[in-house]
């Protein structure tokens, strides 16, 4: 063989020139590709499990608020309750007070 006919020969080809061995690099650089962002993306795929307990622990969360405001709510209650019995107890004092002609000093403390 001359040697012109050498160098256009297959085996004598350039190894990326060959048809079959560019598509097997681009088949490994494809599947690089895949792998490296398989791998970056499965830290931050969270897993169901830790979905469903956050989720249940929103849940509670929301509960127990709910249970706080109404127990808010009826502290609430009370207290106006007790300012109502104290100012109705303050005026009859007032009342004996002035019928006794006794002066009463007002409270230290005012309720708001």
Not at 19 to 35: D, E
Not at 67 to 93: C, F, K, P
Request: contains cysteine; hydrophobic residues 40%.
């Amino acid at each position: 063989m001359s040697s012109e006919l050498r160098r256009h020969h297959r085996r004598n080809a350039h190894p990326l020139t060959s048809p079959r061995r560019l598509a097997t690099h681009f088949a490994l650089a494809a599947l690089s590709v895949v792998a490296s962002a398989t791998t970056a993306c499965s830290g931050s795929i969270p897993s169901t499990t830790s979905e469903l307990n956050s989720g249940q622990a929103v849940m509670d969360l929301g509960t127990l608020v709910g249970e706080l405001r109404e127990e808010n709510s009826m502290m609430q209650a009370q207290i106006d309750s007790l300012r109502g019995a104290l100012a109705y107890q303050d005026t009859i004092v007032r009342q004996l007070a002035a019928g006794a002609g006794v002066q009463v000093r007002s409270p230290a403390l005012s309720t708001p």
